[in-house]
């Protein structure tokens, strides 16, 4: 009887454990970019928080800064003006920052108004990965068990059959 020269069963079970460790880390991928994305979320709505509360402090300090351009107005020394160029510098720069934490509030809102879109389609283009990880690797896996154990028993039964 002609036999079968079966000598790499071992390679099978090395693709089996690099095919193992390739879904293991796929998974673990797919869960760290879950968290991120997670992650990224609690992030854009604490940065919002933040810019809304730098948006009061702004707001109150272009308003000292007006009351003390106001005040320094009305402050006459003879028959000249007085020198309010400190005040007007405070004053722009209080616009300035009220002005920049806006920015940042906007860019915060727009940021989260696009990210479900955005996860949305991650999510489509990671689905069909993901169903090969839970699903079609797990198939292959047990399929490659599978032959690895119909070719080592009939290496048994070869073995036995040339020594009897």
């Known amino acids: 009887m002609p036999s079968a020269q079966v000598t790499a069963v071992a390679r099978l079970a090395d693709f089996k454990a690099a095919l193992q460790t390739f879904a ?4 673990d991928a797919m869960s760290s970019n879950g968290m991120e994305i997670r992650r990224s ?3 854009l709505e604490s940065q919002l ?3 809304k509360a730098e ?4 707001e109150e300090a272009v308003v000292a800064a007006k009351n003390e351009l106001a005040r320094k ?4 020394i003879s028959d000249r003006p007085p020198d309010t160029t400190d005040q007007e510098k405070a004053l722009r720069k209080a616009q300035a920052r009220l002005a920049y934490a806006e920015e940042k509030r906007d860019n915060a809102k ?3 108004r696009q990210l479900p879109d955005a996860v949305e389609e991650y999510d489509g283009q990671a689905r069909p990965f993901q169903d090969v990880l839970d699903h079609d690797l797990a198939k292959m896996i047990a399929f490659i068990e599978a032959k690895i154990a119909a070719l080592e028993e009939y290496q048994r039964v070869h073995s036995t059959g040339e020594t009897a």
Do not use: P
């Open 73 to 76: 107005k009305m402050m006459r």
């Open 49 to 51: 928080a933040l810019w």
């Open 24 to 27: 293991d880390r796929g998974k």
């Open 55 to 58: 948006i009061r402090r702004a």
């Open 110 to 112: 727009k940021w989260l």
């Open 41 to 43: 979320q609690d992030w």
